[in-house]
């Protein structure tokens, strides 16, 4: 009896389809985005209760890394000035999920252009003249990932930049290193590796390295620096990362290289590489397998940190990561043979994630299913609405079979 049913134990076992974590287990770390609703197992935007209880469950046996979506960002952790401006009831959900889950957790993000509200950025010195002809004098600039029209500082070419008297550069300084210290030193041991910087690189082949940021204007190029030195003194085991969207241009790579050898060069501790790769279809093995090789000349770990592949008709020409754009970029419907199109390029990068193994630490995709992904038009993940794996997830599975088999 006891022979039978131990029969029946190993049978099951073997059927159980193998997961993500499990079978890049000895290569890198697969993560997720989760948001507010999946770590409170409330009922929350786009999800009810019940497909959120999918979602979590989904979570707990494909992933073994969580980022919070939108929960640390500046605007929904630290609203209002001051020690009382902050609220971490969402932000302690999500890391308490992941630890009591024994999931590696992520921060993000400390110090972005995009969602940071204003009063971080106000003072009493009047603004430059040209404060709000920014969108147009600066080539460089992206549109906003902003949320809520004209609430929060954005960067330019959107509504809602602030655009009122600013703080000077020791104020806004101060301001950075307050939230820093306070945010990081919060889940000091818990969460273990940070965004310290995001989207800081102008987009284009334009000659200005970095995004005309606000961050840019009242600090100066060395907020980059300042930010790192903060969070490091906040945790100094903590790995410190910067992250970016676009990298795969070969004109905004190199600028990212630029700006990476500067920091180095200043000894500032910048601990790994965030690529986020919000591609399309278009992507192939040879333009990862370009974009990691020139990346790791850096000679640090690189994370992959916003991963999801976008089918739609209208979102094939660049690799952006503004929301502002994304209407845009989902319209049109799909492209012709999404599914198959989807999963090729599934499998050429994860070709190349895997060629790169000593270097790619970390995978985390930006939404546990199609449905609540940002882009959820775009059905740009290996799930589909009804947390079902798509033939995409199939073929990332095989790409990690083969590299088991060719050992
Ligand atoms: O929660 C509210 C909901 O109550 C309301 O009904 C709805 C109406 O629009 O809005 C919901 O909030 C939205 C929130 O996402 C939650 O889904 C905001 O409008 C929307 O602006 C916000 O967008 C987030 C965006 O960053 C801006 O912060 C996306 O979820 C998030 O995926 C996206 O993530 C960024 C990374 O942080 C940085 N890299 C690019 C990436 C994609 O833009």
Request: proline share 4%; glycine share 8%.
């Amino acid at each position: 009896m006891s022979a039978l049913l131990a029969i029946t134990v190993t049978v099951r076992a073997a059927d159980k389809p193998v997961s993500l974590q499990e079978i890049f287990k000895d290569h890198f770390l697969v993560g997720t985005a989760v948001n507010r609703n999946m770590v409170t197992g409330e009922a929350g935007f786009r999800r009810s209760a019940e497909q959120s209880a999918k979602d979590v469950a989904l979570v707990k046996e494909q992933f073994n890394q969580i980022s919070p979506e939108n929960d640390l960002k500046w605007q929904l952790v630290h609203p209002r000035a001051g020690k009382d401006g902050y609220d971490f009831s969402a932000a302690d959900a999500f890391v308490n999920f992941g630890l009591s889950n024994k999931m590696t957790v992520v921060g993000h993000t400390l110090v972005w252009h995009s969602q940071t509200p204003n009063w971080v950025f106000a003072g009493t010195n009047p603004p430059p003249t040209n404060a709000t002809s920014f969108a147009a004098a600066n080539t460089n600039a992206a549109p906003t990932n902003q949320i809520g029209r004209g609430r929060f500082g954005g960067g330019f070419g959107g509504f809602g930049v602030y655009t009122g008297p600013r703080a000077s550069r020791e104020e806004l300084l101060q301001r950075m290193r307050e939230h820093i210290h306070t945010v990081v030193g919060r889940y000091k041991g818990k969460i273990k590796t940070w965004d310290v910087v995001n989207e800081a690189i102008a987009d284009g082949g334009g000659t200005n390295v970095l995004r005309n940021s606000l961050w840019l204007q009242i600090i100066g190029p060395d907020f980059i620096a300042r930010a790192f030195e903060y969070a490091h003194e906040a945790d100094p085991d903590a790995i410190l990362r910067y992250n970016d969207y676009g990298l795969e241009n070969p004109a905004k790579r190199k600028k990212l290289i630029t700006l990476i050898k500067s920091l180095q060069a200043q000894k500032v501790p910048v601990h790994a590489i965030g690529s986020q790769a919000h591609l399309n279809v278009s992507i192939n093995f040879e333009k990862m397998d370009e974009t990691l090789t020139e990346i790791a000349t850096l000679g640090l770990p690189i994370h992959i940190t916003e991963l999801d592949v976008n089918s739609a008709a209208g979102g094939q020409r660049g690799f952006g990561a503004n929301v502002a754009d994304n209407a845009a970029t989902t319209q049109g419907g799909l492209v012709t043979d999404a599914e198959k199109k989807l999963a090729d390029a599934y499998a050429g990068i994860f070709r190349a994630f895997l060629k790169h193994r000593d270097s790619v630490k970390m995978v985390t995709f930006w939404g546990v299913n199609d449905a609540n992904s940002w882009r959820s038009q775009g059905k740009p993940l290996l799930f589909d609405v009804n947390a079902q794996p798509k033939p995409a997830f199939d073929a990332v599975m095989v790409e990690a079979k083969n590299i088991s088999a060719a050992k």
